[in-house]
T-cell receptor, first 111, second 110 residues
Framework: GENVEQHPSTLSVQEGDSAVIKCTYSDSASNYFPWYKQELGKRPQLIIDIRSNVGEKKDQRIAVTLNKTAKHFSLHITETQPEDSAVYFC??????????FGRGTSLIVHP | NAGVTQTPKFRILKIGQSMTLQCTQDMNHNYMYWYRQDPGMGLKLIYYSVGAGITDKGEVPNGYNVSRSTTEDFPLRLELAAPSQTSVYFCAGGQGDTIYFGEGSWLTVV
């Protein structure tokens, strides 16, 4: 089955800095890669996703890049703000629609 | 639409007791899932369903059972609760790639 590795487990940045979270996957058949943000005590919520026919996708301050050859994808957050502090999960799924998730990255943005 | 709704939100269970976590959705999702979340371990798939009457095991099914008699409901049953089942449980639903999570159920087994 699919295996998703996510790094780092904790990321601490100053407000205004950029943050990058990286994930690798094992199954070359995976073609959909979502990113979820989970605030403390809340449910995970989708913030951005990318499909395998696209190399990069942006939505305001967040962007995701995908390297299919290397089987890795990354989340980039620019101009971080304290409200970006949360746990971020990457996921990977293929045609089965059964996503596998990484272990999560705790992002801390210091004011 | 309420989306995916889970009950109860919090529950304390004694070792050996049984209980059912309820999950219902009003988005007409064919796919439904149960995940558990433990600190630093991410989201682990317990069971999933691709439609009414069809269920299948995920990565960590031991100690749990599910049923899917209707499209809307996907309850998770814990039999003979053990301390290792202390966790946060998330039900989710989806119609394709994207899945939507419920608010979570915090379960403590003592």
């Amino acid at each position: 089955g699919e295996n998703v590795e996510q790094h780092p487990s904790t990321l601490s940045v100053q407000e205004g800095d950029s943050a990058v979270i990286k994930c690798t996957y094992s199954d070359s058949a995976s073609n959909y890669f979502p990113w979820y943000k989970q605030e403390l005590g809340k449910r995970p919520q989708l913030i951005i996703d990318i499909r395998s026919n696209v190399g990069e996708k942006k939505d305001q301050r967040i962007a995701v890049t995908l390297n299919k050859t290397a089987k890795h994808f990354s989340l980039h957050i620019t101009e971080t703000q304290p409200e970006d502090s949360a746990v971020y999960f990457c996921g990977a799924s293929g045609g089965s629609y059964i996503p596998t998730f990484g272990r999560g990255t705790s992002l801390i943005v210091h004011p | 639409n309420a989306g995916v709704t889970q009950t109860p939100k919090f529950r304390i269970l004694k070792i050996g007791q049984s209980m059912t976590l309820q999950c219902t959705q009003d988005m007409n999702h064919n796919y439904m899932y149960w995940y558990r979340q433990d600190p630093g371990m991410g989201l682990k798939l317990i069971y999933y369903s691709v439609g009414a009457g069809i269920t299948d095991k995920g990565e960590v099914p031991n100690g749990y059972n599910v049923s899917r008699s209707t499209t809307e409901d996907f309850p998770l049953r814990l039999e003979l609760a053990a301390p290792s089942q202390t966790s946060v449980y998330f039900c989710a639903g989806g119609q394709g790639d994207t899945i939507y999570f419920g608010e979570g159920s915090w379960l403590t087994v003592v």
